[in-house]
C-alpha cells in the first residue's frame, strides 16, 4: 500500500550541501517506488543574510568566517564535488557567494503557480552546477523560464518586494525552532533530520518514519 509523506526540505541556495541533500532525497524516494508518495515541500533559509549583492569570493567568506586557508577550502571543495557526483549533482568552478533574497522571494512566488519544488531544485542548478549569480535578476528569471514560468510576471515579482515579508516570516519561523543550519529535513512534520545524507540513508530514514507512524 502506497502511504502518503511529507517531507518539509528547510534550505539555502547558496548551500551545496543542499544541492547534494535534494538530489539525494529524490534517489531515495526513487528507489522506494510505489512504497511512497511524498510531497517535498521547499522552504528559504538564509545562512548569509548580510552579504552583499555584489557577493563575495568564497576564499574571503571562509577566511573571515572560519579561518580557513586557500589549501583547505580546495580540499573542502573537492569533498563536495565528490559527494555530489555520487549523487549525480555536477558542480561548477564557483568562485563566489552571492545574496539569495531575492531568488527566495521568486521561489515563493513560484508556489502559487505550482512551482516552488521546480524552480528551487533549477536555481540550485543554476548556482552550483552552472556557475551563475543567483542574485542576478536576470539569473533567477531564466531559471523561472528553463521550469515553465512566465518571464515577464517573474520580473515584475522581482522588481517589487512582494513576498518579502512571507520570505522572513519562515526564516524567523524555523530559527525559532532551533534551526540554525541547512539542509534541515522535516519529515511527517516531527522527524528532523539534518545534512546532504546519501540516498540509502534517506530511504532508511523514510522507511523508519514510516514504521513508527503503524506502531
Not at 528547510?10 to 550541501?17: G, L, R, T
Not at 573571515?64 to 561548477?92: D, P, W
Not at 512566488?109 to 536555481?123: C, R
Not at 522527524?191 to 530514514?205: C, D, K, M, R, S
Amino acid at each position: 500500500m502506497t502511504q502518503a509523506l511529507r517531507i518539509d526540505f528547510v534550505s539555502d541556495i547558496a548551500c551545496p550541501w543542499c544541492a547534494i541533500g535534494l538530489t539525494s532525497l529524490q534517489q531515495a524516494l526513487a528507489r522506494l517506488g510505489g512504497e511512497v508518495e511524498a510531497e517535498i515541500v521547499v522552504h528559504p533559509f538564509e545562512l548569509n543574510p548580510d552579504m552583499p549583492l555584489e557577493g563575495q569570493t568564497i576564499l574571503h567568506y571562509v577566511s573571515t568566517k572560519y579561518g580557513s586557508t586557500a589549501e583547505q577550502l580546495a580540499e573542502r571543495q573537492a569533498m563536495i564535488h565528490e559527494r555530489g557526483a555520487s549523487v549525480g549533482f555536477k558542480f561548477g568552478p564557483r568562485t563566489h557567494i552571492y545574496n539569495t533574497f531575492d531568488a527566495h522571494r521568486l521561489v515563493q512566488w513560484a508556489g502559487t503557480q505550482g512551482k516552488k519544488l521546480e524552480l528551487k531544485l533549477a536555481l540550485l542548478t543554476a548556482y552550483h552546477g552552472e556557475s551563475k549569480d543567483p542574485s542576478n535578476h536576470d539569473v533567477i528569471v531564466e531559471a523561472a523560464q528553463s521550469v515553465g514560468l512566465d518571464a515577464e510576471e517573474a520580473r515584475r515579482v522581482l522588481e517589487s518586494d512582494a513576498y518579502a515579508d512571507e520570505v522572513r516570516a519562515e526564516v524567523a519561523e524555523f530559527q525559532s525552532m532551533g534551526i540554525n543550519s541547512v539542509p534541515s529535513i522535516i519529515f511527517d512534520n516531527r522527524y528532523l533530520v539534518t545534512g546532504g545524507q546519501p540516498p540509502e540513508a534517506f530511504e532508511q530514514i523514510i522507511r523508519e518514519v514510516l514504521e513508527k507512524r503503524q506502531s
